[in-house]
């Protein structure tokens, strides 16, 4: 079963407006999770790292004052994006690096974002 | 710049044939290597995952790892439709969190 969930699944908003979208791990802590965004047919782009109780670490190129990441708890990260316009839509992926066997990431489900 | 290079495809296979993916990495540091499978519209999912040289499988994929030649393949046996997907090489460094994705190979597995 799934190890990292996302939520909301599906997200419509208006553009100027600011979406939440959520990430836990289900049954491990994770003091590492990652947010990326995927436009269609093309490769996964690392937004940033979300680190418990610190701040994120952006990729170059990706607006920290936009895309907001809170890491309040060893299972929960939060991205924001704020005043959303429609270049903004796209898919959103988070994951979770899980410590032991394999030390690996796991992938939430996704997040389908459109901005109108 | 640590990368991680995969032809893009698409690799078109028949059913039941073996499928061979193909992922090289630059940073000799590495030490962990991933495959994901991406279906179109979801998010990865974990295939297996391989440490040390040589081969490991896992049903009908088996990942094979030569670290003198930085180089980790995927291959599946006995290809379904069910298999045409993207898969993605991951690979992490000897210290911390952070993995680099390639960009995935396109697979296409035609009945």
């Known amino acids: 079963g799934a190890v990292v969930s996302q939520h909301p699944s599906w997200v419509i908003c208006k553009s100027g407006t600011s979406v939440k979208i959520e990430c836990r791990s289900l049954d491990f802590q994770a003091t590492t999770m990652f947010w990326y965004r995927q436009f269609p047919k093309q490769s996964l782009m690392l937004m940033a790292t979300?680190?418990?109780?610190?701040?994120?670490?952006?990729e170059q190129g990706v607006e920290k004052d936009k895309f907001l990441i809170n890491h309040a708890s060893l299972t929960l990260s939060t991205l924001t994006v704020t005043s959303a316009h429609p270049e903004d839509s796209s898919f959103y992926i988070c994951?979770?690096?899980?410590?032991?066997?394999?030390?690996?990431?796991?992938f939430g489900e996704g997040s389908w974002l459109t901005v109108v | 710049q640590k990368e991680v290079e995969q032809n893009s495809g698409p690799l078109s296979v028949p059913e039941g044939a073996i499928a061979s993916l193909n992922c090289t990495y630059s940073d000799r540091g590495s030490q962990s290597f991933f495959w994901y499978r991406q279906y179109s519209g979801k998010s990865p999912e974990l295939i297996m995952f391989?440490?040390?040289?040589g081969d490991k499988e896992d049903g009908r994929f088996t990942a094979q790892l030569n670290k003198a030649s930085q180089y980790v393949s995927l291959l599946i046996r006995d290809s379904q439709p069910s298999d045409s997907a993207t898969y993605l090489c991951?690979?992490?460094?000897?210290?911390?969190?952070?993995?680099?994705f390639g960009p995935g190979t396109r697979l296409s597995v035609l009945p």
């Open positions: 979300s680190n418990e109780g610190s701040k994120a670490t952006y």
């Open positions: 391989i440490y040390s040289n």
């Open positions: 994951s979770a690096y899980r410590r032991g066997e394999g030390n690996t990431i796991y």
């Open positions: 991951a690979v992490k460094g000897p210290s911390g969190q952070n993995f680099v």
